[in-house]
């Protein structure tokens, strides 16, 4: 049973900074698939990063240069780090491991707001 547990976010000021990580249970981590999607008020859930359990990355075209999404794979856990954070970054962010089947934690809420 794989389990997904994010923590890191809150409330930040535009331009600030947050790390969210995600600690992942079960023995697939370090073979699977890992990234980080958002769910803003009244839209579809959308992929912020990704990263191959080679290390390649991937990022929404919204978020480049901004934010950094990396992983510990001795911590079974994912981060994505953020900085010049905007307020259109507001929404859930919800990790996601794919592993034959996809998995999801329960979300973190970042509000970005002065």
């Known amino acids: 049973q794989v389990q997904l547990v994010e923590s890191g976010g809150g409330l930040v000021q535009p331009g600030g900074s947050l790390r969210l990580s995600c600690a992942a249970s079960?023995?697939?981590?370090?073979?699977?698939?890992m990234s980080w999607y958002r769910q803003a008020p009244g839209k579809q859930r959308e992929l912020v990063a990704g990263?191959?359990?080679?290390?390649?990355?991937n990022y929404a075209d919204s978020v480049k240069g901004r934010f950094t999404i990396s992983r510990d794979n001795a911590k079974n856990t994912v981060y994505l780090q953020m900085d010049s954070l905007k307020p259109e970054d507001t929404a859930v962010y919800y990790c996601?491991?794919?592993?034959?089947?996809?998995?999801w934690g329960q979300g973190t809420q970042v509000t970005v707001a002065s």
């Open positions: 996601n491991m794919l592993w034959l089947k996809n998995y």
């Open positions: 079960g023995t697939f981590f370090s073979i699977s698939v």
């Open positions: 990263i191959t359990a080679g290390g390649s990355t």
